[in-house]
Each structure stands twice: as C-alpha cells, then as structure tokens.
C-alpha cells in the first residue's frame, strides 16, 4: 500500500513540474511576441525592406507562439518542455529553427487551399439550388 501511494504522489508531482514548466514556457514566449511587437510598434526608422522582414518575422513568431500554445502541447515530451526552457529566448531559438531548415510548404498549402476552395464551391452551389 505505501509502495502504490509513494508511486501516485511522485508520478502526481513530476505532472504538476512538467504544467509548471510547459506554463512557463507559454508564458514566456508570449511576452517575447509581446516585446517584439512593441519593439516594432516603437521604431520610427525602418524602410521599407525592413518593415516587410520584420513583419515576416512577427507573422512567424506569434504562428510559432500559437502552435505550441494549441497545438505541441501535449506533443512534445518533458524533455523537450525542458531544452526549450533553457533557452534564452524561446521564440527567437525556434523562429532561427525555423528559417534555418529547408522544408518547402507549398504542397501542404496546395492542399489546404484546394480543399477550401472546393468546400467553398459546394457550399455556393448547394445555396443556389435551394
């Protein structure tokens, strides 16, 4: 009986550590999309060439903040909540990952774009006919 209760309580703990982690985690990325937004809110001096690479980039780094906020949660492993909080910048760290592969999305988005746009005829269609 103590082993079983002794098991639960730990198991129970390591749980709790890992929330307080992923929740640290989350939260620190969203003040950093924060911070980067008011970075670019308050400089006046950017062309135009600039204002576009780091809209890019914004774009980006609240997409990565969203993903991991509704998407990895339950994705990634303790280990991998871990390695992300010890990382300085979390958002800065994945967005450098992600500039950094060569993956090419336009077939995923080919995909998606043509599944809308058939959803989105059906629908029309089916509206004119009633």
Known sequence: MTIVVTVRFRKSAERRKENLMRENVL???EQEVKDYREYLALSEKLTAAQIVEEAYQ???KQGL???FANH????????EWSWLNQQEHIVDYLYSLW??????LAE??????HNELNLDREV????QEE
């Open 58 to 60: 914004l774009v980006v």
């Open 27 to 29: 939260k620190r990325m």
């Open 99 to 104: 500039m950094g592969n060569d993956m090419d």
């Open 108 to 113: 995923e988005f080919a995909e998606i774009i």
């Open 72 to 79: 990895n949660y339950g994705r990634l492993s303790p280990e």
């Open 65 to 67: 903040y969203y993903v």
């Open 124 to 127: 029309h269609t089916n509206e």
